[in-house]
């Protein structure tokens, strides 16, 4: 694993567009498919999530890139025992990954407890309302709604909900011109993934 951005070949470029629980399913069969899809759907975000993340002091023998690559190659030994319970679970498992991994690193250099903000997030990229509301929903619900989508939409929730690319990164893969125009296509998909959810929870007479 030496390049960890995302293959784009144009656009809709996602490996698959099938849930995170679908895909750990299959790559605890071995599929090497499935294998490259999660790889693909979470580093690009786990790498500019943790840029900058490790103390200047500390990287003589890490980097960001190094941090990620551990941290997806930890996930890919221990996915028999990772079940998914919320959207965006695979990427707040691989973040705690690189968190405890940089605490290690600081552990081993510093010589006297060191001040260090692990946790930020762009304001720019931060969870719209209806992202939040999204979150919440049951991992079941979420799923057969998801299926009902029109596949551009359902590529759009994938990145964004469960690979939790920026509007920038949607943009690249998605041949979007600007990321307001990501953020205007990755909105509809969602107020579509809400109706659906909607409707499959309402009461049939």
Known sequence: MTDVDPPFSGGDSLLSDEPTIELVLKA?????TAVEALLQRCLPELKRWAHGRLPA???ESLDTGDLVQEAALHMLKRVDEFEPQHVGAMQAYLRQSVINRIRDEI???????????LVYEPAADAPS????????ETYERYRSALDRLAARDRKLVVARME???SMSQIADGFQLATPDAARMAVNRALKRLSREISEGAAPTS
């Open 28 to 32: 605890r069969n071995g599929d090497r």
């Open 57 to 59: 002091y500390a990287r």
């Open 107 to 117: 552990r081993r250099v510093a010589r006297r407890p060191v001040a260090v903000e």
């Open 129 to 136: 309302p209806l992202e939040l509301t999204m979150q919440r």
């Open 163 to 165: 690979g939790q690319w």
